[in-house]
């Protein structure tokens, strides 16, 4: 088992920065990759990128050039910068990791979740 905590989500203005944390324990093996994703009201849950171990990453396009991925692996903890926030990028951000080296980026691929942060941008 892997338990995932994510921390650093709150409030903040259009156009501010956040930065999350995505902290692995107990079978760090099975955070080969590492994914993201948000849940906004009423929402799907949306892939916004993953990273794996050996630094591959990929992003969705919504989010490119505004949220960078980094993960250090000896912390067992990833990392997720989020610059020039919009109101539309409001949500519940997840992290969730795997144990394979497919970089999934559908949700039912993740065995393991985190529990969630909400991000809030205001306008």
């Known amino acids: 088992q892997v338990q995932l905590v994510e921390s650093g989500g709150g409030l903040v203005q259009a156009g501010g920065s956040l930065r999350l944390s995505c902290a692995a324990s107990g079978r760090t093996d099975s955070t080969e990759v590492v994914a993201w994703f948000r849940q906004g009201p009423g929402k799907d849950r949306d892939f916004i990128g993953l990273?794996?171990?050996?630094?591959?990453?990929t992003y969705a396009d919504s989010v490119k050039g505004r949220f960078t991925m980094s993960r250090d692996n000896a912390k067992n903890t990833a990392y997720l910068q989020m610059n020039s926030l919009k109101p539309e990028d409001t949500a519940v951000y997840y992290c969730?990791?795997?144990?394979?080296?497919?970089?999934?980026?559908?949700?039912?691929?993740?065995?393991?979740w985190g529990q969630g942060t909400q991000v809030t941008v205001s306008s």
């Open positions: 990273i794996r171990r050996d630094g591959y990453k």
């Open positions: 969730a990791s795997s144990r394979l080296v497919v970089p999934a980026t559908t949700a039912n691929h993740y065995n393991y």
